[in-house]
């Protein structure tokens, strides 16, 4: 245990969020995405699995969202209701915006666009969120 750290951050998961520069992005997917598929095209190559649906809460205390960026936060659009914020989307959001103290603006992303994003990204971490379209990408930031 370390002080601080939320009890479910994982060693593996500190040291994802230490190697990651500026820029480089993180993709947290729910239960049922395909997440060992698409962590074997990440940078670095790991799927991390962390129980609580509210990892982002965690992940942020330790982690800044870029500031350089429009839109430090982008999420999965539901295929039957582009441009509809859910409430796993307008949850994380109002996460995103306490951590941060400032309006953090969430960019919506077309399902089959944010594969190749997530492929893009330096790692996958998986949760237990069950709502459906709970995948988002974290642009981080500058310490």
Not at 88 to 116: F, N
Not at 119 to 137: C, D, K
Request: aromatic residues 6%; glycine residues 6%.
């Amino acid at each position: 245990m370390l002080k601080g750290v939320p009890p479910f951050i994982t060693a593996d998961l500190l040291w994802v969020m230490a190697s990651m520069g500026h820029g480089d992005e993180l993709a947290i997917v729910d239960r049922n995405f395909s997440g060992f598929r698409v962590a074997t095209q990440t940078t670095s190559g790991k799927l991390l699995i962390l129980e609580p649906p509210t990892a982002v809460r965690g992940i942020l205390q330790m982690m800044p969202l870029d500031t350089f960026s429009e839109t430090p936060l982008m999420h999965m659009e539901a295929v039957d209701a582009p441009g509809e914020l859910l409430e796993v989307h307008k949850d994380v959001l109002a996460v995103c915006s306490e951590a941060e103290g400032r309006s953090i603006a969430c960019q919506p992303v077309e399902r089959s666009a944010y594969y190749p994003i997530a492929m893009r990204s330096f790692a996958v971490i998986q949760t237990a969120e069950s709502r459906a379209y709970g995948n988002f990408i974290l642009k981080k930031g500058v310490v």
